[in-house]
């Protein structure tokens, strides 16, 4: 079993700053992408910034210069430092992870359980 864990969401003022954080764990070989997606209501889930195992991150354009995603792979953690967030911002944030299991050997994408941000005045 392979789980992601986030957290670090809550409420914020337009131009206020959040945290998020996401853990990996269970039968784990090997992780290969980490990232970060959300969804707003009534809208599709879209991609927020994606950082590879040994590669270039990669940012939607919304988000440039706002937004900034670490991963600590010994820790198999994925962090996302979001500033100058705005009222689009708002959704649920979701952990993302490709993952080669030390059970099946096969590699497949995880979803964390989802992280509510909020913004507002």
């Known amino acids: 079993q392979v789980q992601l864990v986030e957290s670090g969401g809550g409420l914020v003022q337009p ?5 998020l954080s996401c853990a990996a764990s269970g039968s784990i070989f ?11 209501p009534g809208k599709q889930r879209e991609l927020v910034a994606i950082i590879p195992s040994g590669g270039t991150t990669n940012y939607a354009e919304s988000v440039k210069g706002r937004f900034t995603i670490s991963r600590d792979n010994a820790k198999k953690t994925v962090d996302m430092q979001m500033n100058s967030l705005q009222l689009e911002d708002t959704a649920v944030y979701y952990c993302y992870a490709v993952i080669k299991s ?5 590699s497949s994408a995880y979803w964390g359980q989802g992280t509510q941000v909020t913004v507002s005045s």
């Open 15 to 19: 131009g206020g700053s959040l945290r």
């Open 30 to 40: 090997s992780i290969y992408v980490m990232g970060w997606y959300r969804q707003a």
């Open 102 to 106: 030390t059970v099946t050997a096969i």
